[in-house]
């Protein structure tokens, strides 16, 4: 009775500011699909939630030094045929970033499930080493309570203000004397954080609970009924975020008890991802930054909009409409649109799409940012270059292609067992595999260990429900040959494509130097492909009035100071070195690999500055 009349009393109230917080599901990311292949599971297709996958990475982008936050936008390539083809556009949100001291109060309930199944792989002592970690970083103005579950909720520690050290000390206390014991009772334990935070409710509070859970709910409460609990809680102003750990938790579940408890869904898999929820990443977690986030992205040239991923949207003819209620402190937040480009009457430069976005405080004042504008080089040419181009569309774009073909994988696994199915299901993902793989070359051998390795896992696991030989599983996972998209085309055509593209990526820099290499040659048939798209690079870029190239004796001299060859110069770290010995503000490199049937051709472009590879354009030549 005292509960009902607490909610009843607090839905009486009004309040001003709703602190509510959306981040980016990562429920459903590669750390768990990583976790669940180890294990010989291949995901169901409903179980890949594409977005998380996208949203798993940290694209960098750059944190505002004022403003609340910065919005960037890239495209997949500089170049696009006058023919059509599909193109994916990347938007990227930062959000601003203070001291963890200087953050606003906080309201905690952390619900912790302590059924018999979290005894397994010691997920109870990853949640204890996580809370110590947490305790050290609390403020004295912060409010804590600890709610446990099994068959039954019951508060371990009352909601209290950190005040003291001595309130410290029986916090920690509380978690240690966690134990685990029998059933899952969700919807009594989420209502008991609940309840526990609604005691200091403040609107100048962070009131969030984080529930945390390893299972599905085996005390008959129903998942509508769950959710009802979350949205009745999070309209009052108390917000959810979701842990799961393990293989069994309730996936769904999890990540809508998030979204309509207005906060965040994230999947743990070992100690160290435990401790960094708990200590260097809890504010992305739970303190929101900026609140009703509209957003619009109006492409101006005729494409259809094939897709999207990132917020809640309505497409309307050629605008998508995004809502997102909340950005938290310091997070960073990635769009996704795919479209397919009609076919064009002219070539040349042309604005691609523009960008808008109007937002709130946490006081309510309105700001806006925008329009941002992108825009696209049109050629007479089908295919001007392979893949993505752009660092960080090639990262969210490989991820994408990766996440949509993981669904694909599961739909044909699961549908029926036939050869068929299976020997697409292996082929598809031998392709994804050669595709990971060729990204994490061109980006400085880094990113996608855990993507890889879930494929790896497929081809084990489809290539034993094939009753395949070890050496032929091991022969298709070892396959790295690229397919060209246009055999039919000179090399001279295919090289000048490339050099137009990292040419075209240096136009839009303001003045600049850059040290320009030359490529690097793996196999024994290539010093004459290395030495013309090298001369074709400088060729281009010359051109370029905004940007000065290096001399070639001055870097030939620094290369040998550095005690470095040009194959080293793959390595970003070398590379970034000789740019600033040079002064230079970018440095180029590329590789031509040979391969049984083909020659692939890619070159970067860092930024020594920033050291990241702001782009890099690869052609895959027929030999």
Known sequence: MKRILIILTLLFLSFTTIWAAGSSEAAGSATRGQYMAARGVILPPEEVHIHSYIASIDYKYTIPDTDLMNVTLHSGHRQISIDGQEEIIQIGIQGSKADFEKLPPMNLSFVIDHSGSMASSEKLSWVKDAFDIFIKKVRSIDYVSLVIFDNNAKVVFPATKMDTNRKRIKFSQAVHSI?????????????????????????????????????????????????????????????????????????????KMAKIGGGSSRFISDREEMEETFGSELDRMVVPLAQNLEMTLEFLVDADILDTWGYDNKTSADTVHYFQKTLHHGDYETILAQIRIHPQDKTGTMDLARFTIQYEDI??????????????????????????????????????????????????????????????AMQLTSNTKKELINTRMRLDNRGFDEEIKILDNYLDILGKEMQ????????????????????????????????????????????????????AAQGTDVQSVTNLVTDTSKSRIVRINTISIVRENLLASAILQQGLTLSDLTDKINAVAVGRSLAADYIMTGTVMETANTYIIFSRLINVNSEEVESTAQVVVAR
């Open 468 to 519: 395949l030989a070890s050496g032929r599983i091991n022969s298709i996972a070892n396959d790295m040959e690229l397919q060209t998209l246009t055999p039919s085309r000179s090399l001279e055509d295919h090289i000048d494509n490339l050099c137009a593209e990292i040419a075209l990526d240096l136009q839009l820099k303001a003045r600049g130097v850059v040290a320009l290499c030359r490529f």
């Open 179 to 255: 134990q685990p014991g029998g059933s899952t009772n969700i919807r009594d334990g989420l209502q008991l954080g609940c309840l526990e935070v609604v005691k200091n409710l403040n609107r100048e509070y962070t009131n969030r609970v984080l529930f945390l859970s390893d299972g599905q709910d085996t005390c008959g409460n129903s998942n509508q009924s769950i959710l009802n609990v979350a949205e009745s809680f999070c309209d009052l102003g108390v917000t959810i975020s979701t842990i799961g750990v393990g293989q069994s938790f309730d996936l769904d579940l999890m990540v």
């Open 363 to 424: 006081y309510g004042r309105k700001f806006k940012s925008g329009p941002h504008i992108i825009q696209t080089h049109f050629v007479d040419m089908p295919f001007p270059v392979t893949g993505f181009t752009d660092g960080m569309v090639l990262e969210s774009g490989t991820m994408l292609h990766f996440a949509q073909n993981l669904e694909t994988i599961g739909e044909l696994y699961y549908a029926n067992k036939s050869q068929k199915n299976m020997e697409r």
